[in-house]
């Protein structure tokens, strides 16, 4: 171990050192909601890889690219051909895959590293409440899920906007038909960010946790796809309940209506179901949220 | 003021394991060793003092305020040092001190200026901007160390500072402790199941077993009281002692040696004029100071 000394004769043809000695903290100390602000940031900024390795900045910034550039062929290809190829919303949809490798590579860096290296007892031994680190991390998550598909969004409206023959009227149109889309890309980052954060809080291994958070949105896929070709009208409606991203879809087909889906287009059918599927949506978000709280009171005291 | 107090402080878990059964003590500010076994209780009374655990039953406070009614007060003005390892190994130590400085409240530009000062107070310079994960265990425990002073506490708490140390990091560890509670103004409360190594620097003394308040006393009022004199003759020990009796000295003996309880400077001159009055070949006479681990011989402390 470097002794005090040595390091200090060590540095010292650089400039003189003067030991001025421990000096008492008189400025400010600023409240629980800068704290709960700083870490949110801190979260944000992890969950895109800033102040992080090389190695945490590949996989964030590769999705963000490929959305960016989805949205740009879109724009450009809508340009060419003055028909939008795909709403807003349905961008939004087809990102889905996307978004969940986003998730199980952001959620286990931002919780699962922390469990891992056993710095939360350096959280919890200062002031702020234990449930403002859960909730600072998951509100870090869910603007990062929203800000990587509703960047893209953008890119499309200022495509949209400055090819528009109407003027200022297009313009307009646009936005009315951007504001849903950001909408429904906010209901994607709130379900996907609960779930998947509160999986990856399970375990301090990022491998299992990102397996954990692919397999929960992933594996209840197949569930969705038997309960979808049952001779049951109702279960065929409610099938999407079983999954979340088709949950999300459900919700989206019943608030958006056309802006996500054709008319006479095939695929999810939710039938009169639109509101059971809004409201199963706000209760997987609560329970999500309900438990990664109970989690970490569990953690901290532990 | 007092700066921790507890009542009848009681904790079960599950009602079975008792951690702490019926723990008074009151502690003045200046670095207190809180000495006990693994497993003695010593982290479950930090925790409660840090408010993460309700205690079952009893009272507490730290620094007049109780952890258990705002826990956020009382760990805006205390540091915690945890005894494991608690450092992500890619931040840098500088990132690392920097953000948990402004967990506790610091403006960023502060938090800044004060992670660098509290690493250069504990002897990190230029190393401090290399990720954690390369540091020695030493450099290690200096990181944990400076991220409980980097909000300028009026209390640390520390759990086994010198865990994992060779001797000449527990000494420089020590020292460094001794420096925070003497210069810095900083009240310390010093773990650890090493008697001999706390009591080297602290002013108080805890001492708890199995939950339960063994005894808890300035360090200074422990060891004065037990100072003896150990007087060694070549020939005519017993002729020593039968004269030192008649002096009114109460003699002890202890196989070559003779132990008497130093009273004052005039116990040296007594005996200095018996072994000159009986001629006897003075081998030595020097001041032994007792251990404070005799103190507590028959509990069966882990000493090292």
Not at chain 1, 2 to 26: F, K, L
Not at chain 1, 32 to 37: E, K, Y
Not at chain 2, 103 to 127: I, Q, W
Request: glycine content about 10%; proline content about 5%.
């Amino acid at each position: 171990m470097p002794e005090p000394s040595t390091a200090a004769v060590r540095s010292a043809p650089s400039g003189v050192i003067h030991d001025i000695g421990y000096q008492r903290y008189e400025g400010p100390r600023l409240g629980r909601r800068h704290v709960f602000g700083a870490l949110y940031l801190h979260g944000l900024r992890t969950a895109f890889g800033f102040g992080r390795s090389v190695k945490a900045k590949i996989f964030p910034w590769l999705v963000v690219g490929i959305v960016t550039l989805v949205a740009v062929a879109l724009a450009a290809i809508r340009s060419q051909i003055g028909e939008p190829v795909a709403t807003y919303a349905q961008f939004a949809d087809s990102m889905s895959w996307l978004v969940i490798f986003f998730v199980a590579v952001a959620a286990p860096e931002l919780v699962s590293r922390d469990l891992r290296s056993g710095v939360l007892p350096l959280y919890f031994s200062r002031p702020l409440p234990r449930g403002d680190y859960a909730l600072a991390k998951l509100l870090a998550l869910v603007t990062a899920l929203w800000l990587l598909l509703g960047g893209p969004q953008l890119v499309m409206f200022l495509g949209a906007a400055f090819t528009t023959k109407d003027g200022i009227r297009g313009v307009w149109n646009e936005l009315l038909d951007l504001l849903p889309g950001l909408l429904y890309a906010g209901l994607w980052a709130v379900v996907f960010a609960s779930v998947g954060l509160l999986v990856a809080s399970l375990t301090g291994k990022r491998a299992f946790a990102a397996g954990g958070v692919v397999a929960v949105f992933l594996m209840t896929t197949p569930i969705v796809g038997t309960l979808s070709i049952l001779p049951s009208r109702t279960a065929n409606e409610l099938a999407g309940l079983a999954s979340p991203p088709t949950l999300v879809r459900g919700t989206g087909i019943w608030a958006l209506g056309d802006l996500l889906v054709e008319r006479d287009q095939a695929g999810l059918s939710i039938g009169g179901f639109g509101p059971v599927y809004a409201l199963a949506a706000v209760l997987l978000v609560a329970g999500a949220t309900a438990l990664l709280l109970a989690r970490y009171r569990k953690v901290a005291s532990s | 003021m007092t700066l921790i107090a507890t009542q009848s402080l009681t904790k079960t878990y599950g009602g079975r394991v008792t951690a702490l059964a019926d723990l008074t003590v009151a502690v003045e500010p200046g670095i207190i060793g809180l000495v006990g076994a693994n497993g003695a209780g010593k982290s479950t009374l930090i925790k409660i003092l840090l408010g993460l655990i309700a205690p079952t039953g009893g009272q507490v406070s730290v620094l007049g305020i109780d952890p258990t009614v705002d826990p956020a007060a009382v760990r805006a003005r205390v540091g915690y040092m945890p005894e494991h390892d608690c450092l992500p190994p890619d931040l840098s130590a500088a990132e690392l001190v920097t953000h948990l400085g402004r967990m506790s409240g610091l403006p960023r530009t502060a938090a800044r200026e004060r992670a660098s000062e509290a690493l250069r107070h504990v002897g990190l310079y230029e190393e401090r901007y290399r990720p954690v994960g390369g540091y020695s265990t030493g450099m290690k425990q200096r990181v944990k160390l400076a991220q409980a002073l980097v909000h300028d506490p009026d209390l640390l708490l520390l759990d086994e500072p010198t865990n994992g140390l060779d001797p000449a990091g527990r000494d420089a560890m020590l020292a460094l402790v001794h420096r925070i509670g003497t210069e810095f103004g900083i009240s310390v409360l010093v773990c650890s199941h090493l008697l001999g190594e706390v009591e080297r620097i602290c002013d108080t003394l805890v001492a708890i077993d199995g939950g339960r308040l063994l005894r808890a006393d300035r360090i200074d009022a422990m060891t004065t009281a037990t100072d003896v004199l150990a007087v060694e003759v070549s020939e005519g020990t017993e002729e020593l002692a039968a004269r030192l009796a008649a002096l009114d000295l109460p003699v002890a003996r202890d196989g070559r040696l003779l132990l008497v309880p130093l009273a004052d400077d005039g116990t040296y001159d007594l005996i200095l004029g018996a072994v000159a009055d009986l001629d006897l070949p003075l081998h030595r006479l020097d001041q032994r100071r007792h251990r404070v681990a005799e103190l507590f011989a028959t509990r069966e402390l882990t000493h090292a």
